[in-house]
DNA sequence: CGGAATTAGGGTAATTCGGGAC
DNA sequence: TTTGTCCGAATTACCCTAATTC
């Protein structure tokens, strides 16, 4: 956690030096997200930006990168290889219901 | 664990400090919630961390891990297996309001 | 094209988990 | 009965710079 560490800072000030604002609900990454529903999309699924998705679990957004690294969560690049993950999957994991695993 | 020792911080600060300006700029003349800009963001409860919730009752933090096995307080994991609790229901147990009880 | 914010990396410190005992 | 503390191991958070996104 963030409560001691070498920053002086209150206890729900986790990530802020990167995140504007993700007051109770979760902000775009940049401020414009509406990307995905302005144009005519086939077979789309919802994205979640590794932001979005920290905001949710309330975890770092390196956290979830090193589940999409471990394979804990599905992930899909960009072409600049930035990662993005299924909505519908994050929220079954926060809503507690066990996905497929392999083990 | 001597999470006590030194943490310079006020119980009413822990709420909502995850609003945070940006470097040195004006944060507007609240300085507290931010507008939601966007609507297609994805549906997230505030969570709050074990180190949180234990700062909130004065409590060691592996007091709240006891309070979540026993069912007293409702906890969602993280991937990695950590425990995140509801704000909601966390302020409301502060607040004195009673929660469900089984009996 | 330029600019601001986010993300990807890798490293290190802090927190949490789990069990069990006092 | 409840709470705090100790231990080892695992998970997570913060630091930096460069690349990517919009």
Redesign the interface.
């Known amino acids: 956690?963030a409560?001691?560490s070498r920053t002086?800072?209150?206890?729900?000030?986790?990530r802020?030096?990167r995140?504007?604002?993700?007051?109770?609900?979760?902000?775009?990454p940049h401020?414009g997200?509406?990307a995905?529903?302005s144009a005519r999309t086939p077979e789309a699924e919802?994205l979640?930006t590794p932001a979005?998705v920290a905001?949710?679990?309330?975890?770092d957004p390196k956290?979830v990168t090193r589940?999409a690294k471990a394979g804990?969560?599905t992930s899909i690049r960009t072409l600049g290889g930035h990662r993005r993950y299924r909505?519908t999957e994050?929220?079954a994991?926060?809503a507690?219901i066990p996905q497929q695993r392999s083990e």
Chains 1, 2 share one sequence.
């Open positions: 956690m409560w001691k002086p800072m209150a206890i729900g000030d986790i802020d030096k995140n504007k604002a993700v007051t109770g609900s979760l902000a775009g401020g997200e509406a995905q529903m919802p979640l979005e905001t949710m679990f309330r975890v956290t589940w804990k969560l909505e994050v929220r994991l926060l507690g």
